[in-house]
């Protein structure tokens, strides 16, 4: 039954790194507006022709 | 600053593909299987004999029997179909909702190939019996590294376009594209711990209960977060945009995720009702299972009502009836499955058809439409050409629609009807079916109509072939599309107001944490408290490790997939008790790496079997079935006659069960190969007194040596059974 050690330790370890990062991250925490979202993705608006793309 | 930039069409594309090519082998592989369950009882006399008796020749050879294809159907379907089709939608939708093309083109080629290596490694390897022996886990350890591997440049990829993104706000379908990454990754992981003993096999860690509760886990969850949460993001994506028009509610889509991807994990014991599994799991899983209900249709609703408005449009286009009936059949599936997690219900629906059919409205419906409707939508947009032709769409649709009713309905009925069959008592109180294999005849009218329905949803996907061949041929892929949008501002010009779920719609890593936390609490609490509470798993002191022999004859057992149409499971029914004997008790598989309770009874259930017949019952059943069950549908096993027990392999095996706690002498593994001839002997011998001349190096004296064991541990002090050597702890 040794793997519960296994088990235990490695959530543990995961579970504390990520609330570390979670804190970090309210800290630097920014909210916005909604409801535009679902209305956004409806538009992949195409570039006009004959130019080069900077990012490949 | 607007910035110009291409989305990268070719790996959706290959994904594309792949996903119809898969598809179409999955479904084949299952056509195939589904015969074999009706062509063993077709004499010359009946019109179809030529038509079905090749299917019959191919599943008594040993690498196309029944109990090793169907692994590699399931394992087709779920991770060659459905994966590639994840990935396809995934990489399309990301790159167009992140306004960035993806990380890297050679991860996106690594992560292409990779997964086709391992299709194709699976679709080696699930012949040859080389198998886990945990269903939908049943790859063996160098894949699953493989699998763990290009999953984590999947993720990589997926992260660092999400990293480099243009539009900081994520939308709906990509948290639960996160969600399905993390959380598979978490679960491929745990449930494949095991202990290898050469490249082609190994045992799993855990045992018995712990095994089986890991294993469902696993399995329940596949079903959340590979057949489930990825699709979910897919239809957040393609059914507003083949509607052109916004998700009903938004809101609703925050509450849906998160409400789902935390009830869930929850749910995996309602696989074990009625099981060895400690009741409070038990109880639990299913509690989860009702909750369920909510974000589910949730979903449901969600999608249906984007439709609202627009319904005339789905009479014309192929693409939102796919959808609508895929949404339709998530719906249904996701009420069953809630359903059939309650006891009353599980008591007769489990180890049916019925559960075949429910899995299938869900594969075949949910997953398959969403597939087809995506295709349809995606192939002319990525070609530049119009879809060849609507009409034959049309055809495609309602052929699979009548294929997933002629598939679903009979087996509807066959499970129900097999099980009351099952449990039916003569008013003198015997069993009125005695013999299981009176029940399984009784539905073979059911199996003959899912052969077609299934035949006819194959049909159907070839058409689409076809319609695609046609599309691909009229245009010119777009391997590059052209694409602009602003840079992404700096977040620091942000005013911090709104909604708290906005702040975390901008952070993907926090996001990814917050899925983890959130997905692993789930598993953390069902799962310790079982390795923790001894009281969980009550030893019983009978029980003893398996012998050399037994253990060789378990792994043929294993490698052939027995499982796959036989439980060793007894439930505490009076039904079940009368035909199989005593139930299932916890402590009794402590020893079993891996567990095999099964969840199909297509034969009867072995847990009891040990010590029913004599050697020569099995010896002469083995070697065809028919002859000691008339009408088996089970397919003869010659090769267990041919092939001699590999013995080399014995100290290893000896010694891995050792590493895994099984209680086997120091010196044992050693000598473990003399205990196996002295036992081989014995069953010969056996043989002999019923006029069989059986040579004692073969597997077949194995297989016997297993299944005269299993289950004969508890009745050890009551019963008389084959005498077998036991190791000396």
Known sequence: MSVIFLLITASTVVAGIFLVAFIWAVRQGQYDDDRSHAVRMLHDPAPPANETPVDR | ?729
Request: hydrophobic share 45%.
């Open chain 2, 1 to 729: 600053m607007i910035e110009r930039f291409q989305y990268d069409n070719r790996v959706v594309k290959n994904f594309l593909f792949a996903t119809i090519l898969w598809g179409l082998v999955g479904m084949l592989v299952g056509l195939i299987i589904a015969t074999q369950l009706v062509a063993q009882n077709t004499g010359p006399e009946m019109w179809y004999y030529w038509l079905v008796r090749p299917f019959t020749w191919l599943g008594e050879m040993q690498w196309f029997t029944f109990g090793r294809l169907r692994p590699l159907h399931t394992n087709a379907v779920i991770f060659a179909f459905v994966g590639n089709a994840i990935f396809a939608g995934a990489y399309y939708s990301l790159q167009r909702l992140l306004k960035a093309r993806m990380f890297s083109d050679m991860l996106s080629s690594i992560h292409f190939w990779g997964w086709q290596l391992i299709i194709v490694a699976a679709a080696v390897t699930l012949p040859l019996g080389m198998t886990t022996g945990k269903e939908y886990a049943e790859l063996e350890w160098p894949i699953d590294i493989a699998i763990t591997l290009v999953w984590v440049v999947f993720g990589i990829n997926m992260m660092g376009t999400i990293i480099k993104r243009r539009e900081r706000h994520l939308y709906v379908a990509i948290w639960f594209y996160i969600a399905t990454w993390v959380t598979v990754a978490m679960l491929h992981i745990v449930n494949s711990i095991e202990l290898p003993i050469s490249m082609t096999k190994s045992y799993s860690w855990y045992a018995g209960v712990q095994d089986a509760l890991v294993q469902w886990w696993y399995g329940h969850n596949a079903v959340a977060f590979f057949l489930t949460t990825p699709f979910l993001g897919l239809m957040y994506y393609y059914l507003p945009k083949a509607a052109n028009r916004p998700v009903y509610s938004y809101k609703l889509s925050v509450i849906h995720f998160w409400s789902l991807i935390f009830l869930y994990i929850w749910a995996g014991p309602h696989h074990l009702l009625y099981s060895a599994l400690p009741d409070w799991a038990q109880s639990l899983g299913t509690v989860f299972s009702i909750m369920l209900i909510a974000p589910s249709w949730g979903g449901m609703l969600n999608g249906l009502l984007t439709l609202r408005g627009a319904w005339d449009r789905v009479r014309e286009d192929p693409v939102l009836k796919f959808f609508v009936v895929a949404v339709t059949c998530y719906g249904m599936s996701t009420l069953e499955g809630p359903l059939l997690s309650l006891k009353s219900i599980n008591a007769i629906a489990h180890f049916t058809d019925w559960i075949i059919a429910h899995v299938h409205i869900g594969g075949i419906g949910w997953n398959g439409f969403m597939a087809f409707g995506m295709i349809y939508w995606l192939v002319p947009r990525l070609f530049g050409a119009k879809l060849y032709s609507t009409q034959l769409a049309n055809v495609h649709f309602w052929l699979g629609t009548l294929g997933i009713i002629l598939y679903a309905i009979p087996l509807y009925f066959a499970g129900f009807f097999q099980s009351l069959m099952w449990k039916q008592f003569t008013p003198d109180g015997f069993l009125v079916y005695p013999n299981f294999l009176d029940t399984l005849l009784e539905i073979q009218t059911a199996y003959w109509l899912r052969v077609l329905g299934g035949t006819i949803y194959f049909i159907g996907a070839c058409i689409m072939v076809y319609n695609v061949v046609r599309t691909v041929r009229a245009g010119k892929l777009i391997a590059n599309e052209d694409a602009e949008a602003p840079a992404l501002e700096k977040e620091g010009e942000l005013k911090e107001v709104g909604h708290w779920h906005r702040w975390i719609e901008r952070r993907p890593v926090q996001m990814l944490v917050l899925s983890l936390v959130v997905v692993g609490a789930g598993g953390i609490i069902e799962i310790i408290p079982t390795f923790l509470v001894k009281t969980n798993v009550p030893t019983i002191s009978s029980v003893k490790p398996y012998t050399p022999l037994e253990l060789h004859g378990r792994d043929i057992y294993v490698r052939e997939g027995c499982y796959t149409c036989h439980s060793q499971m007894v439930r505490p029914f009076r039904s079940e008790t009368e035909r199989y004997g005593e139930y299932a008790k916890a402590g009794e598989f402590v020893y079993d790496h891996p567990f095999q309770w099964g969840s199909k009874r297509t034969g009867p259930d072995l847990l009891r079997v040990g010590g029913k017949y004599p050697h020569s019952w099995h010896y002469y059943h083995m070697y065809d079935p028919t002859s000691m069950s008339p009408g088996s549908l089970m397919p003869p096993y010659l090769h267990l006659f041919d092939d001699a027990l590999d013995t080399t392999t014995t100290k290893q095996k000896i010694e891995a069960m050792r590493t895994l706690g099984v209680p086997y002498a120091e010196d044992f593994p050693a000598r473990a190969n003399v205990d196996l001839v002295t036992q081989s002997q014995a069953i010969v011998a056996g043989l002999k007194k019923d006029g069989i001349d059986a040579l004692a190096d073969r597997e077949i004296i194995a297989v016997i040596a297993y299944l005269q064991r299993v289950g004969t541990d508890i009745k050890a002090r009551t019963t008389e059974v084959a005498v077998v050597a036991k190791p000396t702890p």
